[in-house]
């Protein structure tokens, strides 16, 4: 039998402000031009972790041919197309949505803490100095300070209806959580039947917190951290709950933990966190937090020992153990937070020292 020859794949080429570039089927303008040119397109209702939208309209471009700018987000590219990222006209458009955008506002200025993407507004309008109150009259949101979850801030006088936390909600998280109510100046995320967040299917992921680019969702954990003032460091480290091993940006001031943000470029994450990775980071600094081995007494309390002698206690305890009933009696579970060096050194330790294999990890609990 012939085999049937592979269909030959076509070369698809478009021209990007002049220049010539190569991509695949299906992607959109706005992926192409990025991929070849950097971030030369503004967007502010686009996450690249979801299906684009088009609400925005900041991504606009002129395609030749067509009558008027597109949003380059949900406009395919095709083969031959002609595309201008920046032209007078375009920033112009750019420069009044923006103005308008602003003008519903109470602020764009929020606080950093607020959440990963919450300066995207405020950097846009400084770039295109939108500051100027030209729209300036019917302000949109209503704020819902009475929801009386711990973790998240739900200011939505700075809403603007981007929609990035109802899409992540639903396509990365599954939750469908919130959606929206009414239109136009009305507008509003909600909750099902406009509940509080802990009354509804919320797992606080905090992802619509970090997706938000207005802040007006905001980690109410971080933004509260005020005790401690300082300029806020960030340091990229993995979550230490489960075995996935998530990237995180730990936010600290001084020596002070005050919030965490998921890396959205970390491997096992791309910007996903669970509630513990995004919110419970408190054991760290905690008070009670054990910082020395401690030995219960014969009376049930503890004592504060060396690590010398609470090694020497456990080794005589595994003894006793085996003694009395043998090899099997032994079970490890290795911690998930433990890095792969550890989680090696320790089934060896129970396989090569007890001489069994009951050994397992907490991560497939
Ligand atoms: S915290 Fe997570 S589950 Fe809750 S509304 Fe936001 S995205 Fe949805
Ligand atoms: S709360 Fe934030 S993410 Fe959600 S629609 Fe409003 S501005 Fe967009
Ligand atoms: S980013 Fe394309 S329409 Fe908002």
Redesign the pocket.
Same mark, same amino acid.
């Given at each position: 039998m012939i085999a049937e020859a592979e269909p030959e794949l076509k070369a698809l080429t478009m021209t990007v402000d002049n220049q010539t570039v190569n991509f695949t089927e299906g992607e959109t303008i706005?992926q192409v031009a990025t991929r070849h040119l950097g971030e030369k397109i503004p967007?502010? =209702?686009?996450d690249d972790r979801l299906e684009?939208?088009?609400? =925005?309209?900041? =991504?606009v471009v002129e395609v030749e041919g067509m009558r008027a700018p597109v949003?380059?987000?949900?406009t395919k590219a095709t083969d031959g197309m002609k595309v201008t990222t920046q032209t007078a006209k375009i920033e112009k458009y750019r420069k009044t949505l923006l103005e308008m955008v602003a003008s519903e506002n109470r602020s764009v200025d929020v606080d950093p803490l607020s959440g990963y993407a919450s300066q995207e507004l405020r950097t846009l309008v400084d770039h295109y100095d939108a500051r100027t109150g030209r729209f300036a009259g019917k302000k949109s949101g209503t704020s819902n300070y009475d929801d009386k979850n711990p973790f998240i801030l739900r200011d939505y006088d700075n809403c603007i209806s981007?929609y990035r936390c109802v899409r992540v909600c639903a396509e990365q998280e599954g939750d469908y959580a919130i959606n929206v109510m009414n239109r136009g100046f009305a507008t509003q995320i909600i909750t099902e039947f406009n509940s509080e967040l802990r009354d509804s299917q919320c797992t606080f992921c905090g992802q619509c917190v970090q997706t938000c680019p207005t802040g007006a969702l905001g980690d109410a954990k971080a933004l509260r951290a005020t005790e401690v003032e300082g300029k806020i460091e960030k340091t990229r480290s993995i979550c230490p709950y489960c075995g996935v091993g998530c990237s995180v940006d730990i936010m600290t001031r001084g020596q002070k933990i005050v919030g965490v943000q998921p890396a959205m470029d970390g491997p096992a994450n791309k910007g996903a966190l669970c509630i513990k990775g995004q919110f419970a980071f408190d054991f760290v600094q905690h008070e009670d937090r054990l910082t020395q081995p401690l030995i219960k007494q014969e009376d049930g309390t503890f004592k504060e020992v060396d690590w010398d002698t609470a090694l020497d206690a456990a080794a005589e305890g595994y003894r006793k153990v085996l003694e009395k009933y043998g090899r099997h009696a032994i079970y490890g579970v290795a911690s998930g937070r433990a890095p792969h060096e550890a989680a090696y050194t320790m089934q060896k330790f129970i396989r090569a020292g007890f001489g069994t294999n009951y050994i397992d990890n907490c991560s497939r609990a």
């Open positions: 706005y967007t502010l =209702c686009y684009a939208f088009g609400g =925005c309209r900041l =991504c949003a380059s987000c949900t981007c």
